[in-house]
């Protein structure tokens, strides 16, 4: 998340409520992180050690090309990663034992990369993640069959990510028009129709009784 115009004060306020939130869902050892600019990270460090987790890493998305930003333009994206509890994480890499080589620098293109995942993502979303670069960090940490939870699903990046690695996504967004993009990026990717719960409805039967609706 952006700061946006919130005080520094109101910054970390919403940081240490929506990590304590999320955190009722993570098990012992489970792994948390959240992608953050560098002005961001100090209030989410902060929120994070308040709640009690310890810190694993530091990632850095090295974009491969620069964004917007004063003085320097911004060229990465920072994703601290954390861990709940005393139980081990998960470690699907232990230093390329399991034929898995990954340091804690991610290099993909971000939106300012033309023909990008994350420029295409752009008419969908202002800070859309590349979906391939979701995976990799879903296969480190993770197994198939285990439950990924993205509580700002944005364009639903996290969604395809997990569906493409056989993991199990919760998501939450809180507004209708990216959860419109979210559910069209997942029915293009699976080729399913995506069904509303409570009704039985498919996504297409809902937005055609819906737009009849006075
Ligand atoms: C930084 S974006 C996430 C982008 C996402 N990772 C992607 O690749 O598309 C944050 C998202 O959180 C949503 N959001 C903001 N406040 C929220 C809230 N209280 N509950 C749920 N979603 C919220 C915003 O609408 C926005 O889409």
């Not at 109101?10 to 304590?20: A, E």
């Not at 890493?57 to 964004?67: C, E, M, Q």
């Not at 419109?180 to 009704?199: F, N």
Request: with cysteine; charged share 25%.
């Amino acid at each position: 998340m952006a700061s946006g115009e919130m005080s520094e004060e109101q910054f970390f306020q919403f940081n240490n409520d929506w990590i304590r939130e999320a955190l009722l869902y993570l098990g012992d050892g489970g792994v948390f992180g959240t992608f953050i600019d560098w002005r961001g990270l100090q209030s989410v460090t902060a929120a994070a050690a308040e709640a009690g987790l310890s810190q694993l890493n530091l990632i850095v998305w090295s974009k491969t090309n620069a964004g917007m930003g004063s003085l320097y333009r911004s060229q990465h994206e920072l994703l601290p990663l954390f861990k709940k509890g005393e139980a081990a994480y998960k470690n699907n890499i232990s230093l390329g034992q399991k034929g898995r080589w990954r340091s804690n620098v991610w290099t993909y293109p971000g939106a300012s990369s033309a023909g990008s995942d994350a420029q295409k993502g752009l008419k969908h979303h202002p800070t859309v993640k590349p979906v391939a670069m979701l995976e990799e960090a879903i296969k480190d940490l993770t197994d198939r069959g285990d439950i990924v939870l993205d509580p700002f699903l944005g364009s639903g990046s996290t969604l395809l990510a997990a569906e493409r690695t056989g993991r199990i996504c919760r998501g939450v967004e809180i507004d209708p028009l990216y959860i419109e993009v979210i559910i069209k990026r997942y029915e293009q990717l699976t080729g399913k129709a995506a069904v509303l719960e409570k009704t039985g409805e498919t996504f297409a039967e809902v937005s055609k009784r819906r737009a009849a609706q006075p």
